[in-house]
């Protein structure tokens, strides 16, 4: 069974940057279809943002594209989420996501003075 936990979510000033970690346990990422970061802002619908295969292809969502990064250290069996010039608007619980299964409990992005 599969197990997500994100951490580094936090407090951030506007134009500030973050990087978010998503450990994962019970598979190794190599065997996990893909892995795949969402958002949801308060009042508003989940939204994706980036995925990786097990293979090591990227994809980003257009709205975060050129800010959000994707990446893994096959190693620690982490996925990452860098995030770069972090507006208000970015302010949400960031999720992992093994296989459109399998959540993590979600971590908070404050972005705010």
């Known amino acids: 069974q599969i197990q997500l936990v994100e951490s580094g979510g936090g407090l951030v000033q506007p134009g500030g940057s973050l990087t978010l970690e998503c450990a994962a346990s019970g598979k190794l990422l190599a065997n996990i279809i893909a892995m795949r970061w969402y958002r949801q802002a308060p009042g508003k619908s989940r939204e994706w943002l980036a995925a990786?295969?097990?293979?090591?292809?990227?994809a980003h969502a257009q709205a975060v594209r050129g800010r959000f990064f994707i990446s893994r250290d096959i190693s620690r069996n982490t996925v990452y989420l860098e995030m770069r010039n972090l507006n208000v608007e970015d302010t949400a619980t960031y999720y992992c996501n093994a296989d459109d299964v399998i959540w993590g409990q979600g971590t908070q992005v404050t972005v705010s003075y």
């Open positions: 990786m295969t097990s293979g090591g292809n990227t």
